[in-house]
């Protein structure tokens, strides 16, 4: 069972910028499925990325990109906004082909 790693969550003052990356082992290809999902505080876990499109809310805020030599997947997020708090996590994007969810990152946007 893949064991995914996320990284860069943190705190930042609305219209900041961050970064996350997840570490997907194994073969390249794998990541080409993997999006990014994120779950609010007291709210369910949804896909805000993934190859093909991204949801509403972060369209043209949020960028997700891929590194083939590192097995790694980013979500390059800018000006956020309160309403991106939440915890994020990487996954494939489909819930029949989720692997073990990680321990994901918690982004605050606060001022």
């Known amino acids: 069972q893949v064991q995914l790693v996320e990284s860069g969550g943190g705190l930042v003052q609305p219209g900041g910028s961050l970064r996350h990356s997840c570490l997907v082992p194994g073969s390249p290809i794998s990541i080409v499925a993997v999006g990014w999902h994120r779950q609010p505080p007291g709210k369910q876990r949804d896909l805000v990325a993934n190859?093909?499109k991204y949801a509403d809310s972060v369209k043209g805020r949020f960028t997700i990109s891929r590194d083939y030599a590192k097995n790694t997947v980013y979500l390059q997020m800018n000006s956020l906004k309160s309403e991106d708090t939440a915890v994020y996590y990487c996954?494939?994007?489909?819930?029949?082909?989720?692997?073990?969810w990680g321990q994901g990152t918690q982004v605050t946007v606060s001022a």
């Open positions: 190859l093909t």
């Open positions: 996954n494939k994007d489909s819930p029949s082909t989720w692997w073990n």
